[in-house]
T-cell receptor, first 118, second 117 residues
Framework: AQKITQTQPGMFVQEKEAVTLDCTYD???????LFWYKQPSSGEMIFLIY??????QNATEGRYSLNFQKARKSANLVISASQLGDSAMYFC???????????????FGQGTILTVHP | GAVVSQHPSWVICKSGTSVKIECRSL??????MFWYRQFPKQSLMLMAT?????????EQGVEKDKFLINHASLTLSTLTVTSAHPEDSSFYIC?????????????FGPGTRLTVT
């Protein structure tokens, strides 16, 4: 079974509008972390935002916020005021801490290609 | 801080030859380094996890004799693709976690694009 699911292969948004990229996850581990990365056409992976499973508040980093709904096992990324430079592939990823071993192994979703139109 | 470099950034090699890719943490010591493989417009697939001074742990389905990983120091891990074939053409990305941290974040290298002709 997929541990991380991104159901939107592609998304389009108008410049300056907000967009939500969906991510659902599956784990039985009570301690886990959720990440979002941006990958532009150059290929580099850019860390955007992190949410820990025990964090009470939704994570925010500038124009990025994570809509964390633990009961639904979803961790959607919201990008506000989209910019042309936001056009890229976006990946949701999860790190599980099974048995207290947290060496950082990440599982990635399939990715969503975001295109920002002027 | 927390910069990871990869060398080379791209490489073209002939079928049957071996290629070595280096991953370096430039300004921190990396307890653990990870090697991923990515095909165009697809997700990152973890190939192996390497810890300094010990053997790498390979993911299911990854041939350890084909993809040799050596984590010789706290700042360097290498991936050698042996007897490369065209199907090994891919984007290879490494990442590293800092020593002493609870693996909060992985720092990614810029990737190496391998083309086997």
């Amino acid at each position: 079974a997929q541990k991380i699911t991104q159901t939107q292969p592609g998304m389009f948004v108008q410049e300056k509008e907000a967009v939500t990229l969906d991510c659902t996850y599956d784990t039985s581990d009570p301690s886990y972390g959720l990440f979002w990365y941006k990958q532009p056409s150059s290929g580099e992976m850019i860390f955007l935002i992190y949410q820990g499973s025990y964090d009470q508040q939704n994570a925010t980093e500038g124009r990025y916020s994570l809509n964390f709904q633990k009961a639904r096992k979803s961790a959607n990324l919201v990008i506000s005021a989209s910019q042309l430079g936001d056009s890229a592939m976006y990946f949701c990823a999860m790190r599980e801490n099974a048995g207290g071993t947290s060496y950082g192994k990440l599982t990635f979703g399939q990715g969503t290609i975001l295109t920002v139109h002027p | 801080g927390a910069v990871v470099s990869q060398h080379p950034s791209w490489v073209i090699c002939k079928s049957g030859t071996s290629v070595k890719i280096e991953c370096r943490s430039l300004d921190f010591q990396a307890t653990t380094m990870f090697w991923y493989r990515q095909f165009p417009k697809q997700s990152l697939m973890l190939m192996a996890t390497s810890n300094e001074g010990s053997k790498a742990t390979y993911e299911q389905g990854v041939e350890k004799d084909k993809f040799l990983i050596n984590h010789a120091s706290l700042t360097l891990s290498t991936l050698t693709v042996t007897s490369a074939h065209p199907e090994d053409s891919s984007f290879y990305i490494c990442s590293a976690t800092r020593s002493g941290e609870g693996a909060y974040e992985q720092y990614f290298g810029p990737g190496t694009r391998l083309t086997v002709t």
